[in-house]
């Protein structure tokens, strides 16, 4: 046995090509009939014998396609074009001694998708979970005796203050709540509402609120609006920053957490992102008589916060300032609050229609579309712009920006490892890459399609679904509970305390990181140093392997909006 597999090994090497295992890399998840499938093989020559066998039986041999080298490793791939499988079922593949299967169908989406939403409820703060299986828990963190932190004291409310904020999601693998990325996350969410609203309109994520008259998503997203309402300081309408520990917590389940929680200094970037969010949710909630209250409430607060920014302009986040106590948990510094104006008067001038936000929006204007990030929202932004008929003042340029951008992304696929317009350029990879990089692109790229009326981009879209479902450089699918391989430890403090040996379902990882920021704190040896490899399946990796709202906000504008191509596909 080890002769031969030495021989082999060493024909291989001869042949010039490396001594790679062999390894199948594709979207593990399933594919729509009409979806391009490729796969990508390792450790195999061009000419290596394929076969295809179809859900009816049928024996077909595709050919390998072309070669792919990888600009990192060098590592030569063979890229397989299936061509379109259009009956449902199973296929069979078998390369190089391999085999897997590819499952082809209506829905693909659909489990993923759903689990991806449902996920916002299995992290939602302040309540017992109770509609949530083996993951139910007890109530933790109820922020009913949260203390105002001296920098965020004023003469209304000195240091030490007691007051209650109660409710929203944790942010990520750990348990404060951060008014920036909350935001943020809603904001994304609402985009992709805005031009899906008959889907949300029916999808049901199994939560407490599902028989009352708004749609699960709207509920969802109002359980961190109304945290995110108490975050505003009700004397200046300036909002705090973050609610905190001053240190994180251990890897402990929510209810054995008993480190005091504060509010921290208000910040000119939380502050906008908090306006922009209560602007849209405002708007969104308006046909509902299950919160009547709330889009004036929210209407006032965002009009407060926009001007407690427009006077503070330069109150920018400085975590290090911090004592009494000294606060070391998430920062979400950002030292430009451009992009923030920006989104915020966008979306108050949607709102309130006043001249005064127009010409706020203006002044703040993009140069160019940047995809969504929660330290970049002008593209939150643009799309308020994009979406409205009547919003006409400035939709040309950011239409352009953003069919710029796209043009730009799609462009070197052909010849990528991966067919894929994700995974080609070295800051492709990096903290939260899978959602910043990958999902938001795909996201941007069906949000221009749909503007255009075309089906250009979606192809792309899907390539990217592809990889972050498998057909990449490590074989993992990157949603845990999906795919064959998938992240088993992820830093998720809820997964890692509750004595259920699989992590919480429909959580997107951060993915490949070369930074590798938790090398040393976490005491890592990651398996490799190649951007795309730079991955570790491990509970201590916090830089490649944690889980956060905004990364699955991004996967749920993302596969939902897949999964809702299911009704136009057909
Ligand atoms: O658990 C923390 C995670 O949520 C953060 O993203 C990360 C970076 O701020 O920090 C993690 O906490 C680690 C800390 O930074 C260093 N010591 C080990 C902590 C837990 O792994
Ligand atoms: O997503 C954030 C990433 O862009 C930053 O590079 C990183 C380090 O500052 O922090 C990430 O956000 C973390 C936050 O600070 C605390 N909760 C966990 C978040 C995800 O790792």
Redesign the pocket.
Known sequence: MKTTMLTIALATLASGVQAQEVAIRRNQVGCYPEQEKVVVVEGVKPSAKISLTTPKGKVLKPKVTRTAVSPWSGKERQVIDLAKLTDTGIYKLSVGGQQCELRVSDRPYHDIATASLRLFYLIRSGIPIEQGGDYNRPLGHPDTHVLIHPSAATPQRPAATVISSPFGWY????Y?K?VV?SSFSIGLMFAAYEQLTDYFATLNTDIPESNNQTPDFLDEMMFNLKWLLTMQDPGDGGVYHKLTTPNFEGFVMPKDCHQQRYVVAKSVTATLDFAAVMADAARLFQPYNDYARFPQLATAAAEKAYQWAKEHPNAFYHQERLTDPAVS????GDGNAKDEFFWAASALYRLTHKSYYLEEARQYQPSRFSIP???GVASLGAFEWMTDPQMTELRDPMVKQMMDYCEEAIKGVESSSFQSPFGNKPDDFG??CLS?KCCCQAFVLLYADKLQGTSKYRRYALQNADYLLGRNATGYCYVTGFGDKSPMHPHHRISAADNVEAPFPGMLV?GPNPGQ?DKSSGNLTYPSNYPDESYLDVEES?ASN?I?I?WNASSVAFLCWLDALATTLQ
């Open positions: 942010d990520a693998g750990d404060n951060y990325n948990t998430g920062t979400y990030s929660w330290g903290w939260g910043e951060g920021q916090y944690e956060a905004n």
